[in-house]
């Protein structure tokens, strides 16, 4: 079974960092672009960022640029993405999600993110 | 990166069916086969139901159909069932290892 257990959300003030992991297990994870989702309460999903399987290509979401890092270590089968000068737009649910073929097709539970102001 | 369009609210009765549109432009549906359609329950992650537009992972119910003309993309769910009531939601490939995903609709049965 393909599962992705996300970590790492809380609550931090505006301006603030965390850094949220996703453990992946039951498929080949160093063969497959990863992603990281988001969905602001109330809102539709909003794609924030994915990776390549060698970290050669990264992609963002214009509104996280320079703030967000997306990475992973195949050899723990963990992806991450790190989150620095949050604002509360940025509060959502993250989820970690396998990007397969131009579609996202293995999703974790979500971590929540809450930034106060 | 505007976000695609959905209606926000789509309902029927118990075995009917119901249609769910879902507009881009033409630098994201127009241009790319890469529509996708999800679902998703309270409290719960997204489902994939449909991916290339039309296609159905393993597991799918084949009730679930998906269509695209020009930058409009459309699900179809013939034969509602109760568990159908979800929010759905159309995603696209936008270039550049980029996807946009739909405002949602509300499927009420």
């Known amino acids: 079974e393909m599962v992705l257990v996300e970590s790492g959300g809380g609550v931090v003030q505006s301006g603030g960092s965390l850094r949220l992991s996703c453990a992946a297990s039951?498929?080949?994870?160093?063969?497959?672009?990863m992603s990281w989702v988001r969905q602001a309460p109330g809102k539709g999903p909003e794609w924030v960022a994915n990776?390549?399987?060698?970290?050669?290509?990264?992609d963002y979401v214009d509104s996280v640029k320079g703030r967000f890092t997306i990475s992973r270590d195949i050899g723990e089968n963990s992806l991450y993405l790190q989150m620095n000068n949050l604002k509360p737009e940025d509060t959502a649910v993250y989820y970690c999600?396998?990007?397969?073929?131009?579609?996202?097709?293995?999703w974790g539970q979500g971590t929540t993110v809450t930034v106060s102001s | 990166q505007s976000a695609l369009t959905q209606p926000p609210s789509a309902s029927g009765s118990l075995g009917q069916s119901v249609t769910i549109s879902c507009t881009g432009t033409?630098?994201?549906?127009?241009?790319?086969?890469?529509v996708s359609w999800y679902q998703q329950r309270p409290g719960k992650a997204p489902k994939v139901l449909i991916y290339e537009g039309n296609k159905r992972p393993s597991g799918v119910p084949d009730r679930f159909s998906g269509s695209k003309s020009g930058n409009t993309a459309s699900l179809t769910v013939s034969g509602l069932q109760a568990e159908d009531e979800a929010d759905y939601y159309c995603?696209?490939?936008?270039?550049?290892?980029?996807?946009?995903f739909g405002t949602g609709t509300k499927v009420t049965v």
């Open positions: 995603s696209s490939y936008g270039g550049s290892h980029t996807y946009l």
């Open positions: 033409i630098t994201d549906i127009g241009a790319y086969k890469y």
């Open positions: 990776v390549n399987r060698d970290e050669t290509e990264k």
């Open positions: 999600v396998r990007d397969y073929f131009y579609y996202l097709d293995v």
């Open positions: 039951g498929f080949s994870f160093t063969t497959n672009w």
